[in-house]
């Protein structure tokens, strides 16, 4: 295995200093570091060195919908964006509700080789919402699944929620709900407001999201269990979580880059590239996720990648799918939504987007660790200082629903290292 001397780098939790990365592994961390004669060296002046990037929220739509993604592009594209390592939802065809299904992505992952994949298990069979999956035998399979979900639905009978909730207590397992009331949003196809009703639009209530993480919280409270609260999007929702961990209570919860950064009059468009779940909010429900990431309320950052295909994009607002891409600018998204704001720092950004996410999906052995000798060789190398203008036909991805199209965003990934092989370099694909 080739060595990398990454030369003047910032150093997240340390100062400007030299990385060097042999047999998979962090060597050393210093200056006038004593290199291998043929070690490859990547001038690190200006840039900061991250440990490598952990996305909790992903749609790799493999199996079942390998037209919007692969498991090999999705991990492409999450390798462009700085990314180590993604959670991939369940909401596949067939669902990821078996030890079978979870084991055929986990090793589709494990064959790409761009980034460490982790299966999430669907909660209940088919994501129908009526009956629990074989929560268990997904759990001691290879994939080791920890963390469940039928994201794209709520699992919305309280009833059910309460039993997965106990039921995972058993092998610490997580449940991470989408938090949407089913009857508050029937039809929805915007945030509930002013605006949409000047569009025409039907409106999804804030309440709709409100009302379960409460729920969920007060259910989750009762078993003493672990509740994750996916793709978090309105104010009332961050002052629920934000009380919840006052009182002591455990949750933990994620915003997404485009609730971060783009509010509801994007729908003015009729642009479906817009149509997101949850919809995208108002300016106040900005400035309160942003606030709520900046103070730990919110735990995370996750990037709900969810790729769709030109046909179920390119139609009228009403009939095109929910869901943005995200992998490849989530790290520009947040640089320029938290960073350059002043409301974070790097040092926060390493937390909220590698440390945490990867002790959430409880992972933290293998990943999401501080950069340090001995440490797996697991970083991204970022050039803060750099601007690109994002273009959906350049991505890796295999599809190109980017809401960010046109926008000029801070931030360039330079370099990503799995385990001490480089995925990336020079802000290209290895292989
Ligand atoms: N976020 C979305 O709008 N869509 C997701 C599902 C989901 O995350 O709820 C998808 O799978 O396309
Ligand atoms: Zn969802
Ligand atoms: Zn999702």
Redesign the pocket.
């Known amino acids: 295995m080739t060595a990398y001397l990454i030369t003047g780098a910032g150093i997240i939790g340390g100062e400007v200093a030299d990385l060097l990365i042999d047999n998979g592994e962090i060597v050393a961390i210093g200056n006038d570091l004593d290199a291998p004669a043929d070690a490859t060296t990547i001038d690190g002046a200006g840039k900061i060195a991250l440990p490598g990037l952990v996305d909790l ?1 992903t ?1 790799l ?1 493999e199996p079942g919908r390998e037209d919007a993604e692969t498991v090999l592009t999705g991990t492409r594209a999450a390798a462009l964006g700085g990314f180590t390592a993604v959670f991939a ?1 369940a ?1 596949t065809d067939p669902v990821a509700d078996t030890a079978g299904v979870v084991e055929q992505v986990w090793r589709l992952g494990r064959e790409a080789g761009y980034a460490d994949v982790y299966p999430i298990g669907a909660v209940t069979v088919g994501r129908q919402g009526t009956q629990l999956a074989e929560l268990g035998a997904m759990a001691d399979s290879a994939a080791r699944v920890r963390v469940f979900s039928d ?3 709520c699992v919305w009978d309280a009833a059910l929620m309460r039993r997965a909730l106990e039921y995972v207590k058993a092998f610490g397992g997580t449940i991470a709900q ?1 938090a ?1 009331e089913p009857r508050l949003t029937q039809g929805a196809q915007m945030n509930e407001g002013a605006l949409s009703g000047v569009l025409g639009l039907t409106g999804w209530p804030s309440v709709a999201e409100e009302s379960i993480i409460a729920r969920d919280i007060l259910l989750n409270a009762h078993v003493g269990s672990k509740l994750h609260i ?2 978090l999007s309105t104010k009332g929702s961050v002052e629920i979580v934000r009380a919840a961990k006052r009182r002591g209570l455990e949750v933990t919860a994620e915003v ?1 880059p485009h609730h971060l950064l783009l509010t509801e009059d994007k729908v003015e468009s009729y642009n479906p590239v817009y ?4 919809p995208l909010r108002t300016k106040e429900d900005v400035e309160a996720v942003r606030e709520g990431l900046a103070d730990g309320t919110i735990d995370i950052v996750a990037t ?1 990648h ?3 295909p030109v046909e179920d994009k390119d139609c009228e607002w009403s009939a095109a ?4 891409t995200g992998l490849e600018t989530a790290l520009s998204v947040v640089q320029h939504a938290m960073i350059d704001t002043k409301l974070m720092t790097w040092a926060d950004l390493a937390d909220r987007m590698s440390y945490r996410p990867a002790a959430i999906g409880q992972v933290s052995g293998e990943q999401g660790q501080p950069l340090a000798a001995g440490a797996p060789a697991n970083l991204v190398l970022v050039d803060p200082a750099s601007e690109r203008t994002v273009v959906p036909s350049e991505t890796a991805s295999l599809s190109r629903n980017t809401p960010f199209d046109g926008m000029t965003l801070p931030g360039r990934v330079v370099a990503t290292f799995l385990r001490g092989k480089p995925t990336v370099l020079d802000g290209k694909l290895t292989r």
Not at 321 to 324: I, L, S, V
């Open positions: 929220h749609h739509r939802m909401n994201d794209g639905d989408h949407q996916c793709h997404t149509k997101v779940n949850p709900d969810a790729p769709h799918a929910f869901g943005m």
